[in-house]
């Protein structure tokens, strides 16, 4: 057996390691992540270093190979740790090791620091006095002028000294030899500002909060460390709960990570728990520099913050002695990489609290499937919170509009009568409202005005996606049909591509309610740094009636004001080409709900649908997540898609075509062959979605099973069988497990 072995963990260092071949004695000890002593070069001194992965071949000639002297005994680094993790990364969601290690470790480089340098006296007053006259009397004019400062201060910027005084390094050395004066330097983090007015010492929970909080308290201080599920309707408080587990968990010594989704990583958010844990709180985001994401994780690693704040990169905060992992909004996709290794932060924070001895804490009011699923089966703990925390605050008034019916009756404006003249006593009123364009970037789809329709693929139960040369298709299977001329269901010919944008929607309301003051969020508003405070604070503030948005408006915002919430077009996520797309209907509809009547004031919600008597929706219209839950998983179980069966996602793409069909029909070929095979479900291969990018081709096969095992084995044959073939080099695979 053969180990490769990374000499040093610098993260610069990541793409180069070496093979060693391992003693017979030491078999048993070696796996991915230990520390070993190694020879290395013509040293005569063994060096450190960690192994990487273990493999059965050597990768050069056998009799060249060195060998491992020893296993470096006693704790577990932190730097193993994360080897472990990454390994466990690759073998799970099927990625290379280097692609593993650039994940969990994502700072590549260490970026320079910024230092602060202050220069201090070393003379007492006497010896000073007669350090200055000695200065003037040979005329060293600059010495004299940083002497005569420090009869005045004790301890002088170094850019003063370099700036106004105008003294080099090369006139200060004298002075530092001598022992007259110490030039002293400390580390100055890049800290991503945060301000407010201190911080407090408590939360007041209400009874059903205190319950949770002190459960969860009684079990951690039991040794129970487990993951748990905070199911709790919008405003029911959730966070409140999460800062007094966080609490608890710090005294005990120990360090919490916080994963919110970057789209509701707000100013607003950070400053709750800021003001409750002060500058123990550090918070990373996309946004920050790679200087400001490497100061955070090196105050983590030094012990300087004990609370980490961020988006799904934050789960690998380098902290020594993690205690907690509170994932908030766990139900949203932001939680799932598109990147290899493809792995969902759920997942991999169980592992990661596993290897720690540390608790989960997932929580949303509307969770994923996956999650309640496990919770109902005893897998989590599940603890629900069913009532808003604030007495004087009720879950607003739901209804839904047909869009079939406004058109019948001549109305073919983006508002319905309903919502327009709500929206015009808000304005009188001089409340606020929210209007939320339910569009996630998905492709168009084509429905009929007249009965709501959308074409759907007869094997796969998805919407067709429309593409340019005015074809349908199915991306799961392959079906394709040309537009049709009139609606299969009815017959009318009022049938088209669904699909408009913020932007059309902000021109709209202005034209509309031309006295109104209107503020639009999406991509393009926020795409500078700090684009969302900006917007946030200003409505926040009062400085716009109406606020028109994606999907960003909707997450964990408290706007006492807001008493209208507009969801324009609830079925443009309802027809995405994705198994989850009614989950994720209910769950954007909810939370968008949830914005209203947060504060004394009634709320009032006006869903607009061409599909009013979809689950989905007439579920979200009631708040009711058991019978929406009830009904997913039924479909979920007819057609074996999550959490009832596992499905693994293979990807093949390579340049020319002829390639690519070759290797997809041989991976499925295989996979039949296979004993774990057997009674796999095998869909494909077909074209991805996009099926040609920076001219690459894509082909998909999709593999359901209950067992979610014996996908890890047929991945793990997959991946070795590929390596045998003549186009391994020639061809990419990317596995994904849904």
């Given at each position: 057996m053969?180990?490769?072995?990374?000499?040093?963990?610098?993260?610069?260092?990541?793409?180069?390691?070496?093979?060693?071949?391992?003693?017979?004695?030491?078999?048993?000890?070696?796996?991915?992540?230990?520390?070993?002593l190694?020879?290395?070069g013509?040293?005569k001194?063994?060096?450190?270093?960690y192994?990487?992965?273990?493999?059965?071949?050597?990768?050069?000639?056998?009799?060249?190979t060195?060998?491992?002297?020893?296993?470096v005994?006693?704790?577990v680094?932190?730097?193993?740790?994360?080897?472990?993790?990454?390994?466990?990364?690759?073998?799970?969601?099927?990625?290379?090791?280097?692609?593993?290690?650039?994940?969990?470790?994502?700072?590549?480089?260490?970026?320079?620091?910024k230092?602060?340098?202050?220069?201090?006296?070393?003379?007492?007053?006497?010896?000073?006095?007669?350090?200055?006259?000695e200065?003037?009397?040979?005329?060293?004019?600059?010495?004299?002028?940083?002497?005569?400062?420090?009869?005045?201060?004790?301890?002088?910027?170094?850019?003063m000294?370099?700036?106004?005084?105008?003294?080099t390094?090369?006139?200060?050395?004298?002075?530092?030899?001598?022992g007259?004066?110490?030039?002293?330097?400390?580390?100055?983090?890049?800290?991503?500002?945060?301000?407010?007015?201190?911080?407090?010492?408590?939360?007041?929970?209400?009874?059903?909060?205190?319950?949770?909080?002190?459960?969860?308290?009684?079990?951690?201080?039991?040794?129970?460390?487990?993951?748990?599920?905070?199911?709790?309707?919008?405003?029911?408080?959730?966070?409140?709960?999460?800062?007094?587990?966080?609490?608890?968990?710090?005294?005990?010594?120990?360090?919490?990570i916080?994963?919110?989704?970057?789209?509701?990583?707000?100013?607003?958010?950070?400053?709750?728990?800021?003001?409750?844990?002060?500058?123990?709180?550090?918070?990373?985001?996309?946004?920050?520099?790679?200087g400001?994401?490497?100061?955070?994780?090196?105050?983590?690693?030094?012990?300087?913050?004990?609370?980490?704040?961020?988006?799904?990169?934050?789960?690998?905060?380098?902290?020594?002695?993690?205690?907690?992992?509170?994932?908030?909004?766990?139900?949203?996709?932001?939680?799932?990489?598109?990147?290899?290794?493809?792995?969902?932060?759920?997942?991999?924070?169980?592992?990661?609290?596993?290897?720690?001895?540390?608790?989960?804490?997932?929580?949303?009011?509307?969770?994923?499937?996956?999650?309640?699923?496990?919770?109902?089966?005893?897998?989590y703990?599940?603890?629900r919170?069913?009532?808003?925390?604030?007495?004087?605050?009720?879950?607003?008034?739901?209804?839904?509009v047909?869009?079939?019916?406004?058109?019948?009756?001549?109305?073919?404006?983006?508002f319905?009568v309903?919502?327009?003249?709500?929206?015009?006593?808000?304005l009188?009123?001089?409340?606020?409202?929210?209007?939320?364009?339910?569009?996630?970037?998905y492709s168009?789809?084509?429905?009929?005005?007249?009965?709501?329709?959308?074409?759907?693929?007869?094997?796969?139960?998805?919407?067709?996606?429309?593409?340019?040369?005015?074809?349908?298709?199915?991306h799961?299977?392959?079906?394709?049909?040309?537009?049709?001329?009139?609606?299969?269901?009815?017959?009318?010919?009022?049938?088209?591509?669904f699909?408009t944008?913020t932007?059309?929607?902000?021109t709209?309301?202005?034209?509309v309610?031309?006295?109104?003051?209107?503020?639009?969020?999406?991509?393009?508003?926020?795409?500078?740094?700090?684009g969302?405070?900006?917007?946030?604070s200003?409505?926040?503030?009062?400085?716009?009636?109406?606020?028109?948005?994606?999907?960003?408006?909707?997450k964990?915002?408290?706007?006492?004001?807001?008493?209208?919430?507009?969801?324009?077009?609830?079925?443009l996520?309802l027809?995405?080409?994705?198994?989850?797309?009614?989950?994720?209907?209910?769950?954007?509809?909810?939370?968008?709900?949830?914005r209203?009547?947060?504060?004394?004031?009634?709320?009032?919600?006006i869903?607009?649908?061409?599909?009013?008597?979809?689950?989905?929706?007439?579920?979200?219209?009631?708040?009711?997540?058991?019978?929406?839950?009830?009904?997913?998983?039924?479909?979920?179980?007819?057609?074996?898609?999550?959490?009832?069966?596992?499905?693994?996602?293979?990807?093949?793409?390579?340049?020319?075509?002829?390639?690519l069909?070759?290797?997809?029909?041989?991976?499925?070929?295989?996979?039949?062959?296979?004993?774990e095979?057997?009674?796999?479900?095998?869909?494909?291969?077909?074209e991805?979605?996009?099926?040609?990018?920076?001219?690459?081709?894509?082909?998909?096969l999709?593999?359901?099973?209950?067992?979610?095992?014996?996908?890890?084995r047929?991945?793990?044959?997959?991946?070795?069988?590929?390596?045998e073939?003549?186009?391994?080099?020639?061809?990419?695979?990317?596995?994904?497990?849904?």
């Open positions: 053969y180990a490769n072995v990374i000499i040093d963990i610098s993260h610069e260092k990541l793409d180069r390691t070496f093979q060693y071949r391992i003693p017979e004695r030491l078999l048993a000890e070696i796996t991915a992540g230990v520390q070993v190694i020879p290395f013509n040293s001194v063994p060096r450190k270093g192994v990487i992965e273990v493999r059965e071949k050597a990768e050069f000639d056998p009799e060249k060195k060998e491992i002297i020893d296993v005994r006693g704790s680094s932190l730097a193993s740790q994360q080897i472990r993790l990454a390994w466990w990364m690759k073998e799970r969601y099927g990625s290379t090791m280097n692609q593993a290690l650039k994940t969990v470790l994502p700072v590549k480089q260490q970026v320079r620091q230092e602060k340098k202050v220069l201090k006296c070393l003379l007492s007053r006497e010896e000073l006095e007669l350090a200055v006259a200065a003037a009397r040979k005329h060293y004019k600059a010495r004299e002028r940083l002497l005569r400062a420090f009869t005045e201060m004790e301890e002088i910027p170094y850019e000294v370099t700036g106004q005084m105008n003294l390094a090369a006139s200060m050395k004298p002075l530092v030899e001598k007259i004066i110490s030039v002293e330097a400390e580390t100055m983090y890049r800290n991503p500002e945060i301000s407010g007015s201190g911080y407090k010492t408590a939360v007041s929970l209400n009874p059903a909060q205190t319950a949770v909080a002190e459960d969860f308290k009684n079990r951690y201080d039991q040794g129970i460390r487990e993951t748990s599920l905070l199911y709790g309707v919008t405003g029911s408080g959730k966070t409140e709960v999460y800062m007094e587990m966080i609490r608890h968990v710090l005294a005990k010594g120990r360090q919490v916080v994963l919110i989704p970057e789209i509701a990583l707000t100013y607003q958010t950070v400053l709750r728990f800021y003001r409750q844990f002060g500058r123990q709180v550090s918070v990373i985001n996309s946004r920050m520099s790679a400001e994401r490497y100061d955070q994780f090196e105050r983590a690693e030094k012990g300087d913050v004990t609370v980490m704040i961020g988006p799904r990169s934050a789960l690998f905060t380098p902290f020594p002695k993690l205690g907690l992992i509170v994932i908030d909004e766990e139900h949203e996709s932001a939680y799932k990489s598109e990147l290899s290794p493809r792995y969902h932060a759920r997942e991999t924070a169980e592992e990661l609290a596993r290897m720690n001895g540390a608790s989960v804490v997932l929580g949303s009011a509307t969770p994923s499937l996956e999650a309640y699923t496990r919770a109902k089966t005893g897998q703990r599940l603890y919170l069913a009532e808003r925390a604030k007495k004087d605050s009720h879950m607003a008034k739901v209804s839904v047909d869009l079939r019916e406004e058109l019948k009756r001549g109305n073919k404006s983006i319905s309903q919502l327009r003249e709500a929206m015009e006593e808000r009188k009123n001089h409340e606020q409202i929210m209007l939320f364009l339910n569009r996630r970037g168009t789809f084509v429905s009929c005005r007249s009965c709501g329709e959308a074409i759907r693929c007869p094997h796969c139960d998805v919407t067709l996606t429309l593409h340019r040369n005015q074809h349908l298709k199915c799961y299977c392959g079906y394709e049909i040309p537009v049709p001329p009139r609606c299969p269901s009815c017959g009318s010919p009022y049938i088209a591509g699909g944008g932007q059309k929607i902000e709209m309301v202005k034209q309610f031309p006295e109104a003051r209107v503020l639009r969020m999406d991509r393009d508003t926020t795409s500078q740094k700090g969302h405070e900006e917007i946030l200003a409505f926040a503030e009062g400085g716009a009636d109406i606020l028109v948005g994606t999907q960003m408006i909707v964990g915002h408290d706007f006492p004001n807001v008493t209208l919430v507009g969801i324009l077009a609830a079925d996520s027809y995405s080409s994705d198994f989850r797309c009614g989950e994720r209907t209910f769950q954007l509809l909810t939370q968008a709900a949830g209203a009547g947060r504060g004394e004031k009634p709320g009032e919600v869903i607009q649908t061409y599909s009013p008597e979809q689950y989905s929706i007439t579920c979200a219209a009631d708040q009711d997540y058991d019978s929406f839950y009830t009904q997913e998983m039924a479909y979920r179980q007819i057609l074996h898609y999550p959490p009832v069966f596992q499905l693994l996602t293979v990807m093949i793409a390579a340049k020319e075509e002829p390639v069909d070759q290797a997809a029909k041989e991976m499925r070929q295989w996979v039949k062959e296979m004993e095979g057997a009674d796999v479900e095998l869909i494909g291969p077909t991805a979605t996009v099926y040609k990018v920076h001219d690459i081709y894509r082909k998909i999709y593999l359901k099973k209950k067992n979610y095992d014996i996908l890890i047929i991945k793990d044959r997959l991946e070795e069988k590929v390596q073939q003549s186009w391994n080099g020639k061809v990419m695979i990317q596995f994904d497990f849904a």
